[in-house]
């Protein structure tokens, strides 16, 4: 399949995310009023390539951990489709489901309540091998001993329980029970957010070593942009359930086009004083996501909204080669929708 993002057409996609959308409905509150509906993922589309990782950022409620529970069918999708080598997940259940979760896997961001208290290590990491029949009885525990070395928990550690380890080691813990079916693809959903500073950069480095020692697809989750620029081939923005911006990681942080991307890169520290630059603040609160904005979502809060932004959603487009943004500043590369195939509308505007 053609990889519309990068545009490297030898190299088959991993993911091709078409038009994903999950909506929540709430319980109604009035006899007299419809049940509203959060509108937590609404309309993304994007294309990885195996090996790959795709850092994903954005404020708190912005729809970042839905996307990834909905990518791995931990949500049901309302609508759109979840492309894994081709083939359309959504909707699968069963054994069908369960193969394809062999491949798939998450790491979650609580490394406390993530892990069972009352089950050893050796079962907690041995258990999907088990359930998905890869191995069984002593080669189980060889399998679990040989992975947690890998992320550095010594073998005699397999009979202790979660609570006699870390916040790190218990991360790391987490870590070896997503590699142990060998997927191609993990969700990192705020992997080190739980954790102390000094712990964080030693987990960020051990995901890097093992993306490269198994040839492993991220989608990483985090709200710490120079933590998601570490170890990510491109950055994705995230605002009320939207992509506003997807470029290369190092080209998003040094040259940022989106006003949003502009305040987040703003608002990382900086240590040296001499290099320290001007914060860009935001107007008010993100708006409800059960009532989003007319026109572009972001247009309330952003220093440099025009008329038209209160009016007409801009186009996500691309309006660089490999930089894609959702705004009225940058007109795309072409200007109307009206001329692309389906496939390509779906995953934005091209440049020629």
Same mark, same amino acid.
């Given at each position: 399949?053609e990889?519309?993002?990068?545009?490297m057409?030898?190299?088959p996609s991993l993911?091709d995310i078409?038009?994903?959308?999950?909506?929540?409905?709430?319980?109604?509150?009035?006899f007299?009023?419809a049940?509203?509906t959060?509108?937590?993922?609404d309309?993304?589309?994007?294309?990885?390539?195996?090996?790959?990782?795709?850092?994903?950022?954005g404020e708190s409620?912005?729809?970042?951990s839905?996307l990834?529970r909905?990518?791995?069918?931990l949500?049901?999708?309302?609508?759109g489709?979840?492309?894994?080598?081709?083939?359309?997940i959504?909707?699968?259940?069963g054994?069908?489901?369960?193969?394809?979760?062999a491949?798939i896997q998450?790491?979650f961001q =609580?490394?406390y %309540?993530?892990?069972?208290?009352?089950? *050893?290590i050796?079962? /907690?990491?041995?258990?999907? #091998?088990?359930?998905?029949?890869?191995?069984?009885?002593s080669e189980?525990?060889?399998?679990?001993?040989?992975?947690?070395?890998k992320?550095?928990?010594?073998?005699?550690?397999?009979a202790?329980f979660?609570?006699?380890?870390?916040?790190?080691q218990?991360q790391?813990?987490?870590?070896?029970?997503?590699?142990?079916?060998?997927?191609?693809?993990?969700?990192c959903?705020?992997?080190v957010?739980a954790?102390d500073?000094?712990i964080q950069a030693q987990?960020i480095n051990?995901?890097?070593?093992?993306?490269e020692?198994f040839?492993?697809a991220?989608?990483?989750?985090?709200?710490?942009?120079?933590?998601?620029?570490?170890?990510s081939?491109r950055?994705?923005?995230m605002?009320?359930?939207k992509?506003?911006e997807?470029?290369?990681s190092? =080209?998003?942080? %040094?040259?940022?086009?989106?006003?949003? *991307?502009?305040?987040? /890169?703003?608002a990382?520290? #900086?240590?040296?004083?001499?290099k320290r630059?001007a914060?860009t603040?935001?107007?008010g609160?993100?708006?409800?996501?059960?009532?989003?904005?007319?026109?572009?979502?972001f247009?309330?809060r952003?220093?440099e909204?025009?008329d038209?932004c209160?009016?007409?959603?801009?186009?996500w487009?691309?309006?660089?080669p490999d930089?894609?943004?959702?705004c009225?500043?940058y007109?795309?590369?072409r200007?109307?929708?009206?001329?692309?195939?389906?496939?390509?509308?779906l995953q934005?505007?091209?440049c020629?």
């Amino acid at each position: 399949m053609e990889n519309n993002i990068t545009g490297m057409l030898s190299v088959p996609s991993l993911l091709d995310i078409r038009d994903l959308r999950k909506l929540f409905r709430l319980k109604r509150t009035s006899f007299f009023r419809a049940p509203e509906t959060v509108h937590a993922v609404d309309g993304v589309s994007f294309v990885m390539k195996p090996g790959e990782t795709i850092g994903l950022v954005g404020e708190s409620g912005c729809g970042k951990s839905t996307l990834g529970r909905a990518i791995l069918q931990l949500i049901r999708p309302s609508s759109g489709s979840v492309l894994y080598r081709g083939r359309n997940i959504v909707g699968l259940d069963g054994p069908e489901l369960k193969k394809i979760r062999a491949e798939i896997q998450i790491i979650f961001q =609580d490394p406390y %309540s993530s892990l069972n208290p009352r089950m *050893t290590i050796e079962h /907690i990491v041995g258990d999907a #091998v088990k359930a998905h029949g890869i191995a069984k009885g002593s080669e189980v525990k060889d399998r679990v001993a040989d992975i947690l070395e890998k992320v550095g928990i010594r073998r005699d550690r397999m009979a202790a329980f979660p609570h006699e380890f870390s916040g790190g080691q218990r991360q790391r813990i987490g870590i070896a029970r997503a590699l142990i079916l060998q997927p191609q693809l993990i969700v990192c959903d705020e992997p080190v957010s739980a954790l102390d500073v000094s712990i964080q950069a030693q987990v960020i480095n051990l995901l890097a070593d093992i993306k490269e020692s198994f040839g492993l697809a991220y989608i990483l989750i985090a709200h710490d942009l120079s933590v998601v620029n570490h170890i990510s081939n491109r950055i994705a923005v995230m605002y009320l359930g939207k992509f506003i911006e997807l470029a290369p990681s190092d =080209d998003l942080v %040094s040259r940022p086009l989106h006003p949003y *991307t502009k305040a987040l /890169i703003s608002a990382i520290p #900086v240590l040296d004083p001499r290099k320290r630059k001007a914060h860009t603040s935001l107007r008010g609160e993100p708006p409800s996501p059960i009532d989003p904005p007319e026109g572009c979502r972001f247009h309330p809060r952003c220093p440099e909204a025009m008329d038209i932004c209160s009016i007409k959603e801009p186009l996500w487009a691309e309006v660089e080669p490999d930089r894609f943004v959702m705004c009225h500043l940058y007109p795309p590369c072409r200007e109307s929708r009206a001329n692309q195939t389906s496939d390509s509308t779906l995953q934005g505007v091209r440049c020629k």
